[in-house]
């Protein structure tokens, strides 16, 4: 039987690693938003380096009280009221709007003010940087490079936007050279990075919000990789045409990975064991090690010979690279299992993109072999469900049972929501052949699940609201006595 999970709050370290940097002692930093994943590690980052940090965002959440027990003075809600007497530096998440009341305060005040991606280049630029791009498995990557130079004794800073229970939490301060750091496209935030080392996972649609259409989005990927050095390293999906077309002219030597013979770190003799994968990394056409995966799916062999490379280039033996990857367990709301009891597995996945759902489903399936998956997805945003509808209609055929309630709201307009249901996504499912259900909120879909789940399915909450309160309150049902 496996045991409830712990919450991501308590995930989180409730001490930290002090390495003092005059540039930050002493220094008054707020952050608003800061709850967002990205935001939190940056506050604990700061504290780490010995500045006073305070912060606010809407709501309150369990992780974003740990950043108050590490010694942030965090305010939910926000007004001018919240910003401290002693005001060096405001930095604010690519989510706040330009009328925030605290923004302008600040602004008004005469405070330094920047923006989340470019307080994160500061911290990137004294380091040797490694930035880690892609539409899908960002965090994931980021959080393997950072536990393997750990493990390798390399003590590294990073910061990555989602938990990593290896690493107690979203960033760590090291006393080593290299600085990992997630590097996300939207709002083109990753062009405020300096990497020495880059990735470029995977470009497909995504964030349209903000990009006209694909070509733009290549264009933003083509100007990361000008971001990088001529003494630099870019390594890059050998099989995306995407990618292919962001990274021609790219300033510095490029290494490909992939499946295919043409890429220059390339996966052979590969074999599984329910969706779990072992395989020879071979550079350029030579056996370099072997990896063995603890993560299921095929799209992490991708992550793990990305992952390579890059350790690769900050020194690591294969033999290290091999012994960090084997023990990397993933990231927090990465198919993280909740619990397993009476004969039930509950599950919880970030996936909010229809390839993200599609080969989280299918490894899913793999790993777990249930009798079904129930998978109850909550759409992030209305206009990314209106701009990829036939994508997500598609993306669920792994799935016997999909749930859908109403989209979660966030960055969007008002105007917006007109244009869109969470109806209209499972209209377009059984259109698709799927088996879906629209349900409003979340109490309706747990009556609904008491009622119908047998030993032998799973349920998989996906999305990356606050969809995961529903897995959470499963595990509640499924320990107690019923």
């Known amino acids: 039987m496996h045991k409830p999970m712990t919450s991501e709050g308590q995930i989180y370290s409730s001490t930290i690693a002090h390495v003092a940097d005059p540039k930050y002692v002493g220094k008054c930093v707020h952050l608003i938003g800061a709850g967002g994943s990205g935001m939190r590690a940056?506050?604990?980052?700061?504290?780490?380096?010995?500045?006073?940090?305070?912060?606010?965002?809407?709501?309150?959440?369990?992780?974003?009280?740990?950043?108050?027990?590490?010694g942030a003075r965090i305010h939910i809600g926000q007004s001018p009221s919240n910003l401290p007497t002693k005001l060096d530096l405001v930095v604010y998440s690519a989510a706040i709007k330009d009328g925030n009341p605290e923004l302008l305060a600040a602004r008004q005040a005469g405070a330094e003010v920047v923006k989340y991606s470019q307080m994160l280049g500061r911290m990137m630029a004294d380091h040797c940087g490694m930035a880690i791009s892609g539409t899908h498995g960002k965090s994931t990557t980021s959080a393997m490079v950072a536990y393997a130079l750990q493990h390798a004794g390399k003590d590294p800073s990073f910061i990555i936007g989602a938990v990593v229970p290896q690493l107690s939490g979203p960033s760590g301060v090291g006393k080593g050279k290299c600085f990992v750091a997630e590097a996300c496209e939207f709002d083109r935030s990753f062009l405020n990075l300096r990497p020495r080392m880059a990735a470029i996972l995977n470009v497909?649609?995504?964030?349209?919000?903000?990009?006209?259409?694909?070509?733009?989005?290549?264009?933003?990927?083509?100007?990361?990789?000008?971001?990088?050095?001529?003494?630099?390293?870019?390594?890059?999906?050998?099989?995306?045409?995407?990618?292919?077309?962001?990274?021609?002219?790219?300033?510095?030597?490029?290494?490909?990975?992939?499946?295919?013979?043409?890429?220059?770190?390339?996966?052979?003799?590969?074999?599984?064991?329910?969706?779990?994968?072992?395989?020879?990394?071979?550079?350029?056409?030579?056996?370099?090690?072997?990896?063995?995966?603890?993560?299921?799916?095929?799209?992490?062999?991708?992550?793990?010979?990305?992952?390579?490379?890059?350790?690769?280039?900050?020194?690591l033996s294969g033999q290290e690279i091999t012994a960090g990857i084997a023990s990397f367990e993933g990231t927090f709301r990465r198919m993280t299992i909740k619990a397993q009891l009476n004969g039930i597995t509950v599950v919880d996945d970030y996936a909010h993109h229809p390839t993200e759902i599609q080969v989280t489903l299918k490894a899913i399936r793999d790993a777990f072999l249930p009798r079904r998956i129930w998978c109850l997805f909550q759409p992030h945003q209305h206009s990314r469900t209106r701009f990829l509808l036939k994508d997500f209609a598609r993306s669920f055929g792994a799935a016997d049972k999909v749930i859908v309630p109403d989209i979660y709201f966030v960055r969007d307009s008002e105007r917006e929501k007109e244009y869109i249901s969470a109806e209209d996504l499972v209209a377009q499912i059984r259109f698709n052949g799927g088996d879906a259900m629209y349900f409003k909120g979340f109490e309706a879909i747990i009556e609904h699940l008491k009622i119908s789940l047998t030993p032998g399915d799973l349920v998989v909450t996906m999305g990356a609201g606050n969809i995961w309160e529903v897995a959470d309150e499963i595990v509640r049902w499924l320990g107690s006595d019923r």
């Not at 940090?53 to 009280?65: F, P, T």
């Not at 990394?281 to 030579?286: D, I, L, S």
Request: aromatic share 8%; net charge negative.
């Open 42 to 70: 940056l506050g604990q980052m700061l504290l780490s380096r010995g500045a006073t940090v305070s912060g606010s965002d809407c709501s309150g959440s369990s992780a974003l009280e740990s950043l108050g027990v590490l």
């Open 204 to 315: 497909e649609e995504d964030h349209l919000d903000c990009y006209e259409n694909i070509e733009a989005i290549i264009e933003s990927f083509r100007a990361f990789t000008n971001l990088l050095p001529a003494d630099g390293l870019l390594v890059a999906n050998g099989e995306d045409r995407n990618v292919a077309l962001a990274i021609r002219n790219a300033p510095c030597e490029v290494q490909t990975f992939g499946l295919t013979e043409n890429c220059h770190w390339r996966a052979m003799n590969v074999t599984t064991d329910r969706g779990k994968f072992s395989y020879d990394a071979m550079f350029n056409g030579k056996r370099f090690t072997h990896i063995t995966l603890k993560l299921a799916g095929l799209h992490h062999v991708y992550n793990s010979l990305a992952a390579t490379a890059l350790l690769h280039q900050a020194g």
